[in-house]
């Protein structure tokens, strides 16, 4: 028996302490007068008792969820031969591992001995007792709570006032672990971002014209030292965002003021799914486009006139990639521009402004913080996406604003640097995580102009 198991029994239990709740209060409010009587309406006190039923369960199940894996570890290392306790914890780790890829029907390096078998056979037994201990436990206790909350239904029961408080504070549970959540993301990149730094200086780092960073991983190796110069991926990085970003906004926001302020209603139901159908277009499918198509016919372009264009550039990477973003642009801006108060522009109308100039100076200056949220929305998907720049831009490093040649972003740099079998504390490992830092402080200040561009516009409207 899984946990999925578990779970779909205790969405079950509840479900069926929902429908009993709720009947148990029409039971009562027959008796009393009718759900006139009763503070709440019956939806609320089946809610309750689903409510009572789930929440303690769920507690619990999560609970057994973290500690189950350590708790049977421990009892099976307890039995395990001394001269396998006695290891170090690394080798005992590895032990452990081959203990587990035998339970799961991995094939382990080396040959199999009786005593992992016996152990991979104790540790499979002890997770299935643990499996059916869990769901007796959460069966119990969700009929338990639907035995109390039966007992409990009156007709002064403030059954809607408990489930508000209840929702109140899960919606506050969700919000607090969002928080944690970004923090623990931002202190995890930290650390080993200062880990780096102990190793690579900071200024090295940040004004580095030179990004190399194969470094030998022993001493007796033959091997480059490494040279750890950000500015020439954020370069490229910014160069290929640049680039996407002059396509996709002006074509995304004049087709949003086209669909919402000029097309009719026909061509409109037809021309917005076909452009967000680019949104769901997969990454690889545009690299591909970009990789076979646009790059060949930009370098055969410029050999006609004596340009020297490199087989892989930010050029197309930079084109595929805006016209990917367009949906991004032209959805937000219309749905905006739609949201735009109608008695505005009647009123600019009722002046006796032309359309094109109630939406200059009306219509879009009202749309503008939506606009600018579209497009910063935009400028972070151009930042993080990394298969079209792998497939059309290429890997190479180069200091250069030349948009016809080779680049690479961070995103990319960060997936080559963390792919395969890696050394976790050598600098070339390391890097990814003060690039990603390093990303992360740009995105931030991005996003702090773009609050101050709302908030000075939205002065002028309110």
Same mark, same amino acid.
């Given at each position: 028996m899984t946990h999925s198991y578990v779970l779909i029994t205790l969405l079950l239990l509840? %479900?069926?302490g929902y429908y009993l709740g709720r009947r148990r209060a029409l039971a009562v409010a027959d008796r009393t007068g009718g759900p006139g009587s009763l503070h709440s309406r019956p939806v !609320? !006190? $089946?809610?309750l008792t689903a409510l009572w039923c789930a929440v303690p369960a769920l507690f619990i199940f999560c609970f057994w969820l973290v500690c189950e894996s350590t708790v049977i570890t421990d009892m099976v290392v307890s039995r395990l031969p001394e001269s396998l306790q006695s290891l170090p914890a690394d080798r005992l780790n590895l032990v452990m591992n081959d203990i587990k890829n035998l339970v799961s029907g991995n094939i382990v390096s080396g040959e199999e001995n009786s005593d992992l078998r016996a152990a991979a056979d104790y540790y499979q037994y002890l997770r299935s007792l643990s499996h059916g201990a869990l769901f007796v436990l959460v069966a119990v206790i969700c009929m338990a709570a639907v035995s109390f909350l039966q007992s409990r239904i009156r007709p002064e029961l403030r059954a809607r006032n408990h489930v508000e408080r209840v929702i109140y504070y899960i919606l506050i549970?969700? %919000?607090?672990?969002?928080?944690?959540?970004?923090? $623990?993301?931002?202190? %995890?990149?930290?650390?080993e971002s200062i880990r780096f730094f102990k190793i690579i200086p900071v200024q090295d780092f940040l004004f580095g014209l030179k990004w %190399?960073?194969?470094?030998?991983i022993r001493a007796d190796q033959v091997g480059s030292s490494g040279a750890f110069g950000a500015i020439p991926v954020f370069i490229g990085t910014l160069l290929v965002s640049a680039i996407a970003m002059i396509v996709a906004v002006p074509v995304g926001l004049m087709s949003a003021i086209y669909l919402s302020e000029y097309a009719n209603r026909k061509f409109r139901? !037809?021309?917005?799914p076909l452009l967000e159908i680019l949104a769901g277009i997969p990454t690889v499918v545009y690299g591909f486009f970009a990789a076979l198509v646009v790059a060949p016919v930009i370098r055969d372009s410029g050999a006609l006139i004596g340009l020297d264009i490199s087989s892989e550039s930010a050029m197309a990477a930079g084109l595929v990639m805006g016209v990917m973003i367009i949906p991004f642009v032209s959805s937000l801006s219309d749905d905006v521009i739609n949201a735009v108060p109608q008695s505005l522009r009647d009123g600019a109308l009722s002046l006796g402004s032309t359309r094109s100039e109630t939406i200059r100076h009306i219509v879009l200056p009202a749309a503008l913080p939506g606009i600018v949220g579209g497009v910063l929305l935009a400028v972070s998907r151009a930042? $993080?996406?990394t298969m079209i720049v792998v497939m059309a831009a290429g890997l190479s490093a180069n200091l250069t604003l030349n948009p016809l040649k080779t #680049?690479?972003?961070?995103? #990319?740099q960060i997936v080559t640097l963390l792919v395969g079998d890696q050394e976790f504390d050598s600098p070339k490992t390391l890097a990814a995580f003060a690039l990603g830092l390093l990303l992360f402080v740009v995105t931030l200040i991005l996003n702090i102009i773009a609050l101050y561009v709302v908030r000075k516009y939205r002065e002028q409207y309110e």
């Open positions: 509840s %479900s069926t !609320y !006190y $089946g809610a549970a969700c %919000s607090v672990l969002a928080i944690f959540t970004t923090i $623990g993301i931002v202190l %995890s990149v930290l650390y %190399s960073p194969q470094t030998a139901a !037809y021309a917005k930042i $993080g996406e #680049v690479t972003t961070v995103t #990319v």
